[in-house]
């Protein structure tokens, strides 16, 4: 494309194949077979109250939702959240009764970012991966996903470059 920037309009296929066989090991996680594996949520923030609007976002929620979805997944998007509503949303998920019956956590976020680990809000303010959102899914803080795979995803660039 020349070096411009390109913005994928429409939702890719996703073909989703079911394994042919399972794999059992000590060192591998049990994730069985059933409708439910887990439970995702995607937190995208597409627009600002003075930043620019991440046009193009849209698409990787469909992508993302259509994915985990065919992978058996419950997946629940929240948009535009505040930094009050994100820390509000990541306390609910933590504490969210369905990881009793999950076998893995997903938690995928889309903001605009800041160096030193910040994902930004739609009302401009920032939120900390480690003391915000990391914290609330350790051990300690979050008892129904003990001994589970926790999977995070953040697609933030770290500043302006």
Known sequence: ???ENYIQEDPFSIKVEHATKVIKD???YPIGPGVLRGQVLIINNENFQQLATRTGSQVDVANLKTLFTKLGFL???????TKRETLEVLMDFSQNKGHITG???ILVVLSHGEKGGKIITHDD?????NVDILRNFNNEN???????????LFQACQGDE
């Open 1 to 3: 494309n020349n070096g």
């Open 26 to 28: 000590k060192n591998i």
């Open 75 to 81: 997946v629940d998007v929240k948009e535009n959240l």
């Open 103 to 105: 076998h893995v956590m």
């Open 125 to 129: 303010k920032n939120v900390d991966i």
């Open 142 to 152: 979050c008892p129904y996903l003990r001994g589970k795979p926790k999977v995070f």
